[in-house]
């Protein structure tokens, strides 16, 4: 007759809802060990902070990041948030997190000792491991130079603030921040800066610039016999590097009358523009990674002893609310719900690893059986973004699971037909148009630049491409238009053109503005 030999369980790491900063290292500890040695992540190191939710709304408003600028939307969206807060219409969120490194994650004192450990869990592994290991960010981030970049920044803008005026730097930070979206390159051309240099760059560029500028950007006068002919078109957009879609990066290098350090405020809010860009290409991914993460760190404290029935009661109520997704006849519907799918789809990879159908055989037979799961999704989060995820990832059991299904909506039909459901012929087109929805080429607006006459009159000419038939918003396009033409100082027409036919579907002007300055 053998003896069984019952382990006693591991102390627990915490009782009841009161933390403490002991508590919250007994827990960091626990939660690293199985980050780290049980689930394989690898991250850059961990700084958290514990702040008021005062202070996370401040962080709320200046889109997440310590050591900001000053500007007026800031203090806007903080009012805002703050009502909205106040009144009950919004709750916070129970952290944010940096993507540096150290590895910044804040967290609320309002916060229970479970959602403390569920926060460390969330943020400081699971985002922090996608923050190190997924290709988007290495291509893009330099995380051990962005804190030092925006302390820079901060001192820059505050210079430039008591010496010109806050008016003028103002004017200059609001046309950069209407160009955000559009100040961003979309393709790598070369590895990124190191961002603790740009102090050093920035005083080699004004050198540079006091000794060319002038120069380079003289009034050109008439040609004269003799002289050599003016450049043809295809030339002239050759010199000048067009089309051109980072509209920031052209403004700043090509502005002909734009001072020193306006183009240098340009600089800087393009850097925090392409510091985001792999945010918002990976929404999905990270969301999902963070959640699978923090479920599996959780499920596994509660195995092995660590929380007790409660705290795991707890966790689940919170956890459920950030996966859930209404029907698509609820009144709360609106749209697939990030986490939901991603935490759907991360488990579902797991599941096709270690436990596949002979469905999942044939749809991914590289993937089905390998065994190990965590293998599989530690693979997924260094090399996809959110289009490319869904694409390869996205299964027929996920399909019929989340009960997905299409809609064409045609404005000349007053009827909407349910086009793709989830049986055999429409896996592949819903698994299409899922990945579209993750798409900012799809997105955003193709707005590049594509000729200015440097010798005539200086208008700057953008191409709208049109590729879905939605034109821009008339009043937007205008007050852009504006932004851009404040800091060119001549001319400004966008012109809307059919990515099919380039015919010419709508004009915007704005005339030459009195200058930024």
């Given at each position: 007759?053998?003896?069984?030999?019952?382990?006693?369980?591991?102390?627990?790491?915490?009782?009841?809802?009161?933390?403490?900063?002991?508590?919250?290292?007994?827990?960091?500890?626990?939660?690293?060990?199985?980050?780290?040695?049980?689930?394989?992540?690898?991250?850059?190191?961990?700084?958290?902070?514990?702040?008021?939710?005062?202070?996370?709304?401040?962080?709320?408003?200046?889109?997440?990041?310590?050591?900001?600028?000053?500007?007026?939307?800031?203090?806007?969206?903080?009012?805002?948030?703050?009502?909205?807060?106040?009144?009950?219409?919004?709750?916070?969120?129970?952290?944010?997190?940096?993507?540096?490194?150290?590895?910044?994650?804040?967290?609320?004192?309002?916060?229970?000792?479970?959602?403390?450990?569920?926060?460390?869990?969330?943020?400081?592994?699971?985002?922090?491991?996608?923050?190190?290991?997924?290709?988007l960010f290495q291509q893009w981030t330099d995380a051990e130079g962005i804190l030092d970049y925006l302390e820079f920044a901060k001192a820059y803008i505050s210079q430039c603030e008591e010496r010109y005026g806050y008016a003028a730097v103002e004017r200059v930070l609001d046309a950069a921040h209407a160009l955000m979206n559009q100040g961003v390159h979309k393709y790598p051309k070369k590895r990124s800066l190191d961002l603790r240099l740009e102090q050093k760059r920035e005083r080699e560029r004004q050198e540079y610039q006091e000794q060319t500028f002038n120069d380079l950007w003289r009034t050109v006068p008439k040609p004269t016999a003799g002289q050599r002919p003016p450049k043809s078109v295809s030339e002239r957009k050759k010199l000048l590097g067009l089309p051109e879609e980072n509209l920031l990066y052209f403004l700043e290098k090509k502005a002909p009358r734009l001072e020193h350090w306006q183009r240098e405020i340009l600089r800087i809010v393009r850097h925090i523009s392409q510091y985001f860009y792999p945010q918002k290409q990976t929404k999905l991914?990270?969301?999902?990674?963070?959640?699978?993460?923090?479920?599996?760190?959780?499920?596994?404290?509660?195995?092995?002893?660590?929380?007790?029935?409660?705290?795991?009661?707890?966790?689940?109520?919170?956890?459920?609310?950030?996966?859930?997704?209404?029907?698509?006849?609820?009144?709360?519907?609106?749209?697939?719900?990030?986490?939901?799918?991603?935490?759907?789809?991360?488990?579902?990879?797991?599941?096709?690893?270690?436990?596949?159908?002979?469905?999942?055989?044939?749809?991914?037979?590289?993937?089905?059986?390998?065994?190990?799961?965590?293998?599989?999704?530690?693979?997924?989060?260094?090399?996809?973004?959110?289009?490319?995820?869904?694409?390869?990832?996205?299964?027929?059991?996920?399909?019929?699971?989340?009960?997905?299904?299409?809609?064409?909506?045609?404005?000349?039909?007053?009827?909407?037909?349910?086009?793709?459901?989830?049986?055999?012929?429409?896996?592949?087109?819903?698994?299409?148009?899922?990945?579209?929805?993750?798409?900012?080429?799809?997105?955003?607006?193709?707005?590049?630049?594509?000729?200015?006459?440097?010798?005539?009159?200086?208008?700057?000419?953008?191409?709208?491409?049109?590729?879905?038939?939605?034109?821009?918003?008339?009043?937007?396009?205008?007050?852009?238009?504006?932004?851009?033409?404040?800091?060119?100082?001549?001319?400004?027409?966008?012109?809307?053109?059919?990515?099919?036919?380039?015919?010419?579907?709508?004009?915007?002007?704005?005339?030459?503005?009195?200058?930024?300055?």
């Amino acid at each position: 007759m053998g003896i069984e030999i019952v382990s006693k369980p591991e102390a627990l790491l915490y009782e009841g809802v009161d933390w403490d900063y002991d508590k919250i290292k007994r827990v960091y500890d626990a939660v690293e060990h199985i980050a780290l040695k049980e689930m394989g992540l690898t991250v850059y190191p961990n700084q958290i902070e514990v702040i008021t939710a005062e202070q996370m709304l401040d962080a709320y408003s200046s889109i997440g990041m310590p050591l900001m600028y000053k500007h007026w939307s800031f203090g806007k969206h903080f009012a805002r948030d703050e009502m909205l807060y106040r009144k009950g219409y919004r709750g916070l969120a129970y952290e944010i997190v940096i993507n540096s490194s150290p590895c910044i994650s804040y967290i609320m004192e309002e916060n229970t000792m479970t959602m403390q450990t569920l926060v460390i869990a969330h943020a400081a592994f699971g985002h922090n491991h996608f923050f190190k290991n997924n290709q988007l960010f290495q291509q893009w981030t330099d995380a051990e130079g962005i804190l030092d970049y925006l302390e820079f920044a901060k001192a820059y803008i505050s210079q430039c603030e008591e010496r010109y005026g806050y008016a003028a730097v103002e004017r200059v930070l609001d046309a950069a921040h209407a160009l955000m979206n559009q100040g961003v390159h979309k393709y790598p051309k070369k590895r990124s800066l190191d961002l603790r240099l740009e102090q050093k760059r920035e005083r080699e560029r004004q050198e540079y610039q006091e000794q060319t500028f002038n120069d380079l950007w003289r009034t050109v006068p008439k040609p004269t016999a003799g002289q050599r002919p003016p450049k043809s078109v295809s030339e002239r957009k050759k010199l000048l590097g067009l089309p051109e879609e980072n509209l920031l990066y052209f403004l700043e290098k090509k502005a002909p009358r734009l001072e020193h350090w306006q183009r240098e405020i340009l600089r800087i809010v393009r850097h925090i523009s392409q510091y985001f860009y792999p945010q918002k290409q990976t929404k999905l991914m990270n969301e999902g990674c963070a959640t699978f993460v923090h479920y599996t760190i959780m499920n596994r404290l509660h195995e092995k002893g660590m929380i007790n029935e409660g705290a795991m009661l707890e966790f689940l109520h919170s956890h459920t609310s950030v996966v859930f997704q209404p029907e698509f006849d609820d009144q709360r519907f609106s749209g697939i719900n990030p986490y939901a799918l991603g935490f759907a789809m991360m488990q579902d990879i797991k599941r096709i690893a270690e436990e596949p159908t002979e469905e999942d055989r044939q749809w991914f037979p590289e993937l089905a059986g390998s065994g190990d799961g965590m293998a599989a999704l530690r693979e997924a989060w260094a090399n996809f973004r959110d289009e490319s995820f869904v694409l390869q990832y996205l299964s027929p059991h996920l399909i019929r699971k989340m009960k997905l299904f299409s809609v064409r909506d045609d404005a000349e039909d007053p009827y909407l037909l349910v086009e793709h459901i989830h049986n055999e012929r429409g896996y592949r087109s819903l698994r299409k148009m899922m990945a579209r929805q993750y798409d900012l080429g799809f997105l955003e607006p193709d707005i590049q630049i594509v000729d200015v006459d440097l010798a005539g009159d200086r208008k700057l000419i953008l191409h709208h491409r049109v590729t879905n038939g939605i034109l821009l918003d008339e009043s937007d396009a205008k007050a852009v238009l504006r932004h851009i033409a404040n800091l060119w100082g001549y001319e400004v027409q966008l012109v809307e053109v059919s990515a099919v036919s380039e015919a010419v579907l709508k004009e915007h002007a704005v005339t030459a503005p009195s200058g930024i300055v």
